[in-house]
């Protein structure tokens, strides 16, 4: 049974920076793409960044220029660099990772950007 784990969440100032990890157990296969998506209250879930096997990335525009994504395939592992964090940042991010066809999903880890 595939399980993530989260974490890296907290509380930071605007300006400030956050770091993300997620790891990945129980599989028998490879880890095709890896992302993290976060969903703010009242709001619905989006991609915030994704990475590929072969290391190709891709980013919402709002995070372009300040997150990075980043992979670990030995260790099944994604990060999430947060710079610049803004106020809009705040909600709750997600691991999450594609398995053959399959989408898992970790519990989620709140960022909350507030003076």
């Known amino acids: 049974q595939v399980q993530l784990v989260e974490s890296g969440g907290g509380l930071v100032q605007p300006g400030g920076s956050l770091r993300l990890s997620c790891a990945a157990s129980g599989s028998r296969f490879s880890i095709n793409a890896m992302g993290w998506y976060r969903q703010a209250p009242g709001k619905q879930r989006e991609l915030v960044a994704r990475?590929?096997?072969?290391?190709?990335?891709n980013y919402a525009d709002s995070v372009k220029g300040r997150f990075t994504i980043s992979r670990d395939n030995a260790k099944n592992a994604v990060y999430l660099q947060m710079n610049s964090l803004k106020a809009e940042d705040t909600g709750v991010y997600y691991c999450?990772?594609?398995?053959?066809?399959?989408?898992?999903w970790g519990q989620g880890t709140q960022v909350t950007v507030s003076s």
């Open positions: 990475i590929t096997g072969g290391g190709s990335t």
């Open positions: 999450n990772v594609k398995i053959r066809i399959i989408d898992y």
